[in-house]
């Protein structure tokens, strides 16, 4: 149990494109849903928090209309990254949580890539 | 400012020894500890979590020993296999809050 998928996996896009990243927690209703992104031999970096049905609590230094969190249901989230850049290029890893920060689920990840 | 620190980003062990990883804090406020193992192009995987409340929790072949008064908390994983290469995480919480987490260690067990 406590699955979480991403979907793609892996994309390359143009710069100036916008991305949809989406993640779902599979075998579990999610009150909470959580984006990371990593960079190489980094820590995982959380960008924000989104409860369903109501808006993305961002962190500090993330902007909140590049990247638009939508958790439309409890087993659905999806990142947006709009006007990409190659800065944007990163690992991006959704959490799942049933019940509290404390206990979350990951997903696979999606590499980005942007040209 | 990095509040949870992992100081060594790779260890080797021969198999079947003892794996050590390290992790440090700065915030006396949390009170929630987690170690994560990462694949590459993967997610991280839960694998063991202590309560500030105790100095010790086991699990298989994995123990978390929490050092409260050095701010410093340890993975041991006994004996260790090939298996267990990857990227170790810990994470801090506090208050039921964010997992703010550290910025890993590269284990690799040696055949």
């Known amino acids: 149990g406590a699955v979480v998928s991403q979907h793609p996996s892996w994309v390359i896009c143009k710069s100036g494109t916008s991305v949809k990243i989406e993640c779902r927690s599979l075998d579990f209703q999610a009150t909470t849903m959580f984006w990371y992104r990593q960079f190489p031999k980094q820590s995982l970096m959380l960008m924000a928090t989104?409860?369903?049905?109501?808006?993305?609590?961002?962190e500090q230094g993330v902007e909140k209309d590049k990247f638009l969190i939508n958790h439309a249901s409890l087993t659905l989230s999806t990142l947006t990254v709009t006007s990409a850049h190659p800065e944007d290029s990163s690992f991006y890893i959704c959490?799942?949580?049933?019940?509290?920060?404390?206990?979350?689920?990951f997903g696979p990840g999606t590499r980005l890539t942007v040209l | 400012d990095q509040q949870v620190k992992q100081n060594s980003p790779s260890l080797s062990v021969q198999e079947g020894r003892i794996s050590i990883l390290n992790c440090d804090y700065t915030?006396?406020?949390?009170?929630?500890f987690l170690w994560y193992k990462k694949y590459p192009a993967e997610g991280p995987t839960f694998l063991i979590s202590i309560s500030s409340i105790k100095d010790k929790n086991e699990d298989g072949r994995f123990t978390v020993f929490l050092n409260k008064s050095a701010k410093h908390l340890s993975l041991h994983i006994v004996p260790s296999q090939p298996g267990d290469s990857a990227v170790y995480f810990c994470a801090a919480s506090f208050g039921n809050e964010k997992l703010t987490f550290g910025t890993g260690t590269r284990l690799t067990i040696i055949p």
């Open positions: 989104s409860n369903e049905g109501s808006k993305a609590t961002y």
């Open positions: 915030n006396s406020m949390f009170d929630y």
């Open positions: 959490s799942a949580s049933p019940t509290s920060f404390n206990e979350q689920f």
